[in-house]
Every structure is written in C-alpha cells, then in structure tokens.
C-alpha cells in the first residue's frame, strides 16, 4: 500500500551547523506504523552529544552573529525557513506520514502549512519586540530591555512533530535565543529535515540543533545541562512532572504542555449537523492522539439519542486506510504499544459501564499497521476512567447532562484544562459558559482551530506557559530594568 518507491536518507544529528553521527556511532530505527516496516536508520544522540550541542549553542549565543544581528535580517532568515517549508512541502508531508501514520491530507494540508505559519509569524515580531520607557523619577531614565534567554532546549511529541519545530523553535529564535531541538524517537524525520532547511535558509551554525534520542538519556541530560537555560516541553503529564522536577537542580524556567480530557459540550439549541461534524473532528482528527482533543462528548440529555446516532451513523463512515491516499481521513496509531494503549482503555471502559457503539477494535489495512477504528463509548460517567484519563486515539466518550450548570460542573470535574467546545446557537449562553470553563482555549461552534497568532495552553494540570501568539514571547526573552542616573 504505501509508497516505499523512494527511500528516505538516514537520519543525522544536526550539531553546529553540520548533519553528524553520534559521537557512540549508535542508530536507532524509525518505521512506518501503517506497514510496520523500517523506513531508516537515524542516529542516537547520547550524552556526549548533548555536551557537544549545548556547546554550539553556547558559543552562537554568546558570540555568533545570531543575537546580535539586525533584527530585521532575523526576520528575513525565518521567513524564508518559512517559505522553504512551503517549498518542501510534498517531501515534508510524506515524511510526517510515513513517520506518524497520520493521513496525508493532514500532513499536506494542515501540518505543513501551520509549521510554515509558525516561522512566517513569529519571524515579524524579530523586529517588534522592544522594551518600554518607563516614568519613574525625573532624576532618572528609566527603561526596559527584552532580551532572549540563551540556549533553549525544545522537547517535543511524536503527534505533531513539524508543528511541533515550529511552535517551540519559531518564537525562540525570532527572540534572539540559540536552540536544541529533540524530536520524539518514534518521528525524528520532519525535525531532521527542517533543521537542515534552517541552515538553507540562513541560520548560522549552532543556532539550531537537532538531537533525535532517547527521551530519558537525551532529553534529560538536556533538562539537566547548566550551560542549557530554558527548557520548553510538549508532551505527557508525567514526564511534564519529571522535567519540572530535573529543572529545580539549575533553576531553569520550564514551559509545559501536557495532556488533556477536553469536554466538547452540545446544548440542544445546537445546529446538530454543524455539531456532529464538530464532534467527529474533534476526536478523529489526528487520530485521537491530539492534546487538545474533544475526548468527552458532553450531550444534552434531551438531544442524547438522536445526537448519538448520528454520531455513530458518521464514526462507522470513518474507516482507517492507507494514510498516503490523499482521502484518507483515519490513519494508523503511532506505534504498536499506543494501539494496545488505546484499546486497553476501551476494554476498561466497557468493563466500567460505558456502552460500545462504534468501533473499539483494532483494524489492519492491507493485514498490517497500528490501525484502531473510530470509536464510540456512550453512557460513560464522568468519574469513570475513560472519562478522567487520556487516552490518546481515537476514542470518544458521551456523557449526558442537564442544562448549563451541569455541563460547566461536568466539563471542569478533571484534572486537565487544555481545551474545550461549546455548540449551542445562543450568543448569551456561549460567552457565560466560555468564561465559566477551566481550559486554555474555548472554540465556540467549532473545535481544532489553531494559528500562530493565538496563543495556547492549559490551565489546571495541562500545564503552564503558552505557546504562540504575543503570550509566548515571553516565555522565551527576559526583561532588564536600566535605570540612569541624570542627575
Ligand atoms: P512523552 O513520553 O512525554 O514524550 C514527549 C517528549 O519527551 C519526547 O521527545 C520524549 O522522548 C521526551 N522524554 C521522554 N522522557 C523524558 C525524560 N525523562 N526527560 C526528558 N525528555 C523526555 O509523550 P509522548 O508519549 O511522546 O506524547 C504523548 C503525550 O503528550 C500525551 O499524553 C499528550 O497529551 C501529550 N501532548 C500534549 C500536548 C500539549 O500541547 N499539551 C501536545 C501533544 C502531546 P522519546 O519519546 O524520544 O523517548
Ligand atoms: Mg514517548
């Protein structure tokens, strides 16, 4: 089924400017979740690596031209990583599926265009980020300077990973900060190659660094390193929690994007159709293994049956196929144990209470890959666990409820605060229940939009920071106070 026509270049370590081996030599495989095949051999950063980039980072920050140059030649360098992305965006999409699972409509469509975003973006406020002057004392002139941090590192997810790149590196580097950049190693590739683009486009050696690697050996001597001064992280809560732990040791700040258990909530004044389809996208999309997912349908009781069967009428519709066929809309899971993950947390919810009404069975397509059908679990209470945990797949949970109270009571009972959707068509209940919601992002009648420009993050557990819009600049530069004397 998918295309292995045109193989993939092994992947490299990108350290001061130049695609390296590891210093151990060792490699890792990457391989297709949909055929279950190798697609290539990357190489394993170790801790040595780690030195030896913190190292390139160090020295582009403290004495390369990247912090020091116009902030208007900044801004033309990320743009044109921008438009490179754009430019590559065949070869970009077909890495992401081939590395993720992920369909290719979404790859092509979406992801490149959001990772080209980012860098587009973000590359504008290179020339817009200032401090103030500040009226303190006539016997002093008193102002501000916002200047970058120094070497970030950036860990990110295997959900995302070019989204990911331009999300976390875009705003640091448009501030003036140098970066080290881990991939998760279930999808290494969309990283490697961007990293590569980035010295296409201009980015002198050291200021990006690519380090795919283990989590718990390369990741952590990068949240551990003194010489790294940030650490910016995507990805489960319990690793969120270790890293924050880690980051005590150098008082580095830290920015967490952790998990989520979003309440999509449709009140019966709903558009029904427009609401279904929201539904549907809001779990499906991206497999389930979204962070912002709607997880836990929240229904109004009067609208539950009917509302239910067209959901399920729509998920039955959605069969997983092969994630290079440009109509494909469910691809395969990122890995073999995230398919049994899912599917153990059906099989736990069906022993909790909760009703099987679409799906909830693994499915390979061509007698291969990590496929896991569109499925539905109605009935559930929000206290059972496959309403309180993540799950990560494309697993939807239907909860009733009655009238506004409920739903807002309902829609915060959980440890997470990423996201949230409201579908009704009264103007007054959707800001009331907006602003009621613990969630870092509200789509009101809509569910998974995203842009550069709108920062995103979670409240309660989901985390703290934000990444894009203004929000996140300052996540990545630190003020200075100057006071001078006039007297
Ligand atoms: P993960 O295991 O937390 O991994 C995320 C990243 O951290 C990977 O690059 C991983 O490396 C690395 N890592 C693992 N252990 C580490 C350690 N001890 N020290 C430093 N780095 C370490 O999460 P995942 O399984 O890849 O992704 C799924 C989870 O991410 C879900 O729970 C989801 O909710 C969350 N997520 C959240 C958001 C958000 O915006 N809030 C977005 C996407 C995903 P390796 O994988 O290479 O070992
Ligand atoms: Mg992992």
């Not at 151990?24 to 051999?41: D, V, Y």
């Not at 599917?343 to 499915?363: F, I, P, T």
């Not at 539905?376 to 990560?392: G, P, S, T, Y």
């Amino acid at each position: 089924m998918t295309d292995t026509t045109t193989p993939v270049r092994p992947g490299r370590l990108i350290i001061n400017g130049e695609a390296v081996d590891a210093a151990s030599g060792r490699t890792f495989t990457t391989s297709n979740p949909a055929t279950e095949a190798p697609i290539c051999e990357v190489a394993e950063a170790g801790a040595e690596d780690v030195e030896r980039a913190a190292r390139a980072a160090r020295a582009a920050f403290a004495s390369g031209p990247w912090p020091r140059m116009r902030p208007a030649e900044r801004q033309r360098i990320l743009f044109r990583l921008g438009d490179l992305i754009l430019e590559h965006g065949d070869e970009l999409g077909r890495l992401e599926t081939l590395d993720n699972g992920k369909p290719i409509f979404e790859s092509r469509q979406i992801d490149v265009p959001m990772a080209a975003n980012c860098f587009h973006y973000f590359a504008g406020w290179a020339t817009r980020l200032a401090g103030e002057t500040l009226p303190v004392s006539p016997a002093f002139f008193t102002y501000t300077l916002r200047e970058p941090l120094g070497v970030v590192a950036a860990i990110i997810p295997w959900n995302f990973p070019m989204i990911m790149v331009g999300w976390k590196c875009a705003p640091a580097l448009a501030a003036g900060n140098t970066v080290i950049l881990k991939p998760a190693e279930l999808t290494p590739l969309t990283a490697i190659r961007i990293g590569e683009l980035a010295l296409e486009a201009g980015l002198p050696p050291g200021v990006l660094n690519v380090l795919p690697g283990p989590g718990g050996v390369a990741g952590e001597a990068l949240v551990r390193h003194p010489g790294v001064d940030k650490v910016t992280f995507t990805g489960s809560t319990a690793v969120g929690q270790r890293i924050m732990r880690l980051a005590a040791d150098t008082v580095k700040p830290v920015t967490l994007e952790l998990g989520g258990k979003s309440p999509n909530i449709v009140f019966a004044d709903a558009d029904l159709d427009a609401a279904v389809r929201g539904a549907a996208t809001g779990i499906f999309y991206g497999k389930g293994e979204v962070c912002a997912a709607g997880s836990r349908l929240l229904v109004e009781a009067s609208i539950h049956t009917e509302f239910v069967a067209k959901l399920v009428e729509r998920a039955k519709k959605l069969q997983p196929a092969d994630p290079l066929d440009p109509k494909t809309r469910l691809g395969a899971l990122v890995s073999e144990a995230q398919m049994k993950k899912v599917l153990g947390c059906v099989e736990n919810g069906v022993a909790e209470g909760a009703r099987l009404v679409a799906g909830g069975r693994r499915q390979p397509v061509d007698g291969k890959g990590w496929f896991v059908q569109a499925t539905v679990l109605d009935a559930v209470e929000n206290r059972m666990r496959v309403a309180q945990e993540e799950i990560f797949g494309p697993v939807l949970a239907v909860i009733p409820f009655d009238g506004v109270d409920d739903a807002v009571a309902k829609g915060n009972d959980v440890l997470y605060g990423l996201a949230a959707g409201v579908w009704t068509k009264d103007v007054k209940k959707a800001h009331a229940v907006a602003r009621r919601l613990q969630a870092g992002t509200v789509w009101v009648n809509a569910y998974n939009f995203y842009d550069a420009g709108m920062p995103f993050g979670g409240f309660k557990q989901s985390g703290f920071g934000r990444d894009l819009g203004p929000e996140c600049l300052h996540e990545v530069t630190q003020v200075k106070s100057v006071w001078v004397n006039l007297e």
